[in-house]
């Protein structure tokens, strides 16, 4: 705990250190905002269609509990499988299960999925091949990376590092042309989504009502990853359940504009059970075209806790569009360092639930600018988040050693200088 000052300090001064790191931000803001100013004026009724959404995660999140449970028995019915798991630990052990040892597995993009770590997991312990299909994802898998964005894994990689990836996993040179970046992922990944024994994604909204589970993309690798393998696990957040339909439609209609500037993402994949038929005789059968089995792991690990905390449980609200990031002072210096898994302030709240109080120490980087409470399409109001988390982690302990300073001579001599109060009075200050 000592030395958590210096390690952020470190970091921070590595992060600015690193020229091609904001080369590559500085593009993706560029065309990040420009894109999504032209979406918005395209689609004015979208500003008003948030705030529906922030209601519904209001009366979701005061319910999740019940949501989750109700969503998990309409899955049964369709011949899916639910599991509520309470941690970390616990979503590890019962996807592990599910999948196997030495299983080939297509992996969509999952916020959800690296909160646990579980690619690291199913590759140590289970000795699975696992491929990130996302093109982002593959990109920071073949580099051995973290995420550094939360929609835009790989935002802090410009083209020129990419090409030199994948020049080495082709052995041979790959242009810096962007397209022909995509179009070698392209080929490269084809093949696996058929021969996977396994895809794994996340959920971006599940309808409670039907078990319904809505994945949003554009590149079609998850509509592959959840369909050509014949099983499919999903991991989904506790509070991405929505009681009906209506519900979930209205939040993956407001994402792609502020999360990718697009009017609409290329694909939206609702899936209700595994695949099934009764084309022959009125006869059930499931696993046609797409998974025979289907399994969703809800997962709590700290939600619970989250939405008990009167101010706090605001993150919960939170559709991770990532569009408070773009703009944020802070994070357009730090980027990856701003944050781990979940970044920017919004993100230091979410850590702390997800990964322990004492890893969301980055909140005391944040500025409390309030940009990011403008950009925010559900108005959540992140600065006063941040504030009410310094104050949790002050009462953990983890005080700034010259705030505390600060403190004690505003107490001692009434400035934060610390003073003598007498030399003030003389000096008529
Ligand atoms: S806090 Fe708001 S802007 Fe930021 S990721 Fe969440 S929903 Fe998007």
Same mark, same amino acid.
């Given at each position: 705990m000592k030395n958590w000052v210096e390690e952020l300090r470190s970091a921070t001064l590595k992060a600015i250190a690193d020229e091609s790191r904001r080369t590559a931000l500085r593009r993706a803001v560029e065309s990040y905002t420009s894109n999504k100013g032209k979406a918005l004026s395209r689609l004015p009724h979208l500003s008003d269609l948030a705030l529906d959404v922030r209601r519904i995660k209001e009366t979701s999140v005061e319910r999740m509990e019940d949501l989750v449970k109700e969503a998990s028995e309409a899955i049964a019915d369709c011949n899916g499988h639910a599991h509520i798991v309470r941690n970390a630990q616990e979503a590890r052990k019962i996807v592990s299960e599910i999948v196997g040892e030495h299983k080939l597995v297509v992996k969509s993009k999952s916020l959800t999925c690296e909160e646990i770590e579980l690619r690291e997991y199913l590759e140590d312990k289970a000795r699975c091949r696992i491929l990130e299909t996302d093109l982002g994802e593959f990109i920071i898998q073949l580099r051995g990376e973290k995420p550094t964005h939360i929609i835009n894994p790989s935002i802090h990689v410009p083209r020129e590092e990419v090409a030199k990836t994948f020049s080495r996993l082709a052995g041979r040179k790959i242009s810096g042309d962007v397209e022909a970046l995509v179009s070698f992922a392209r080929s490269y990944l084809r093949d696996y989504f058929i021969k996977a024994d396994v895809g794994i994604s996340g959920a971006n909204a599940v309808a409670a009502q039907t078990g319904t589970i809505f994945v949003v993309e554009n590149e079609g690798n998850a509509r592959f990853s959840t369909n050509a393998p014949p099983v499919h696990v999903c991991v989904v957040g506790f @509070?991405? #359940? #929505?009681?009906?339909l209506n519900h979930a439609f209205k939040v993956v209609e407001v994402l792609p504009a502020y999360a990718t $500037? #697009?009017?609409?993402?290329s694909y939206v994949s609702m899936i209700t059970g595994p695949s099934k038929t009764a084309d022959i005789e009125k006869k059930l059968v499931y696993g046609v075209h797409g998974p025979k089995e289907l399994h969703v792991v809800f997962l709590d690990n700290g939600r619970s806790e989250m939405a008990k905390h009167p101010v706090l449980k605001e993150a919960l609200y939170c559709i991770k569009c990532g569009g408070c990031l773009y703009e944020c002072p802070v994070y357009r210096v730090l980027s990856g360092t701003f944050g781990h898994n979940y970044f920017g302030g919004i993100g230091s709240v979410w850590t702390a639930y997800t990964r322990g109080f @004492?890893?969301?120490?980055?909140?005391?980087? %944040?500025? $409390? %600018?309030g940009r990011c409470r403008e950009l925010c399409p559900l108005k959540i109001d992140t600065p006063r988040l941040v504030e009410a988390l310094r104050g949790e982690l002050c009462r953990l302990g983890f005080k700034h050693p010259k705030a505390t300073l600060f403190f004690d001579n505003i107490c001692l001599q009434g400035n934060p200088w610390g003073e003598p109060k007498a030399l003030r009075g003389s000096l008529g200050c």
């Open positions: @509070e991405k #359940v #929505v009681p009906a $500037g #697009v009017l609409m993402s @004492e890893k969301a120490l980055f909140a005391y980087m %944040c500025t $409390g %600018c």
